[in-house]
């Protein structure tokens, strides 16, 4: 069993770059029903990834928490969070 729960973030805004306070997690494109396969991201040692289903850029913030976002919202509260 995971030790810890992989953030989601959907870009229900349709901005071009989300800043986020993780290194990996989960893009879902939009909420459902406009989401895409919920695809593992992992930016390793970089400080940015593009997701290839909907070319969402996510750049790393290390002043973020793993629930917030720049803009506000894109942080998706999933079953194992609560």
Do not use: W
């Not at 879902?28 to 390793?44: E, I, K, S, T």
């Amino acid at each position: 069993m995971a030790d810890h729960v992989v953030p989601h973030f959907a870009n229900d805004q349709g901005v071009a770059v989300i800043h986020v306070g993780v290194k990996e997690f989960k893009c879902m494109g939009a909420r459902a029903p406009f989401d895409h396969p919920h695809v593992f991201l992992d930016m390793g040692s970089d400080g940015e990834i593009i997701c290839p289903y909907c070319s969402t850029l996510y750049k790393f913030d290390s002043n973020l928490h793993a629930n917030q976002t720049t803009p506000a919202g894109a942080f998706v509260q999933t079953l194992a969070d609560a």
